[in-house]
């Protein structure tokens, strides 16, 4: 009995005190609670990424859009090492968000300075695949182009897609001269051409010669408006011999085409 008495004395006491203190006691206790839980749960988000191994981490990444990539490195540290080693680079004006209807030379001037931070700051390891789209570009400074092959086109690289714009007509010394973008074929020998598997140029100038070294691993070759004569292309496919399919769209320098017999894999040919 005098245990019931006291409960109840008990049950008393607190009522009063919570009667006194007003409901404002209550709101900010539960206002209390939830802060906490959310505390709580932005603490647990926040431990999840870097508890992922990194080899995880990297596939994630690499699976990212360029602008995706980009904003998750500017968030994250765990992605910073990882954005400089990034297999995959795709530019263009979709994947570096420049306005399409700005005038060509804000978008040149715009794609080539995103395009050379982003291949300054690159440690060139591990890329494997590299696609330039400029072809909305004008008046290019051939130096970039080079400089951004020379610090992807390592061994390792297995796609390489450069689409240039339409060659422009400069004057040096009062005389009109197309100006294209010779390709340095000098990139892909000493080994560094041995990986690469897919090779797509569209306006440009390829001057294969006997030193090209073997492009064993290539399976692809595309070929657009570029310049190259039926004796260079014979000493491009005589150098690439796994190739499986092969496109030549409008490359007026070839007179003749010649398929060396030991391309007895190619199962593929359009010549337009």
């Avoid at 409901?23 to 999840?48: E, F, M, T, W």
């Avoid at 004006?93 to 982003?118: F, H, P, Q, W």
């Avoid at 897919?198 to 070759?221: D, E, F, K, M, Q």
């Amino acid at each position: 009995m005098r245990l019931l008495m006291s409960r109840k004395r008990h049950r008393l006491r607190c009522r009063r005190r919570i009667r006194d203190r007003g409901p404002v006691a209550l709101v900010a206790k539960r206002k209390s609670l939830r802060c906490q839980q959310d505390d709580n749960y932005h603490v647990d988000r926040g431990i999840s990424c870097p508890d992922l191994p990194e080899d995880i981490l990297r596939h994630i990444h690499a699976k990212m859009t360029l602008r995706d990539a980009a904003r998750a490195t500017c968030a994250s540290h765990a992605f910073r090492h990882n954005w400089i080693c990034r297999p995959n680079l795709t530019f263009s004006l979709g994947t570096l968000g420049l306005n399409r209807n700005a005038s060509r030379d804000v978008i040149t001037r715009d794609l080539i300075s995103k395009i050379d931070l982003i291949m300054q700051n690159h440690s060139g390891i591990g890329v494997k695949t590299l696609d330039i789209d400029l072809y909305s570009c004008d008046n290019i400074d051939f130096a970039y182009l080079d400089s951004w092959l020379r610090i992807a086109v390592t061994p390792g690289i297995e796609e390489l897609i450069l689409t240039l714009p339409l060659p422009s007509i400069v004057f040096e010394n009062a005389l009109p001269i197309i100006s294209v973008y010779n390709f340095p074929c000098s990139l892909l020998s000493n080994g560094s051409g041995n990986s690469i598997q897919y090779l797509n140029l569209c306006y440009c100038t390829l001057r294969p010669t006997a030193g090209l070294g073997c492009l064993r691993s290539l399976t692809r070759l595309h070929m657009s408006c570029t310049r190259i004569t039926g004796d260079e292309l014979w000493c491009l496919l005589s150098n690439s011999p796994a190739l499986v399919c092969l496109k030549l769209l409008h490359c007026e320098e070839i007179i003749s085409l010649k398929i060396p017999s030991l391309l007895q894999r190619l199962r593929f040919l359009e010549v337009s």
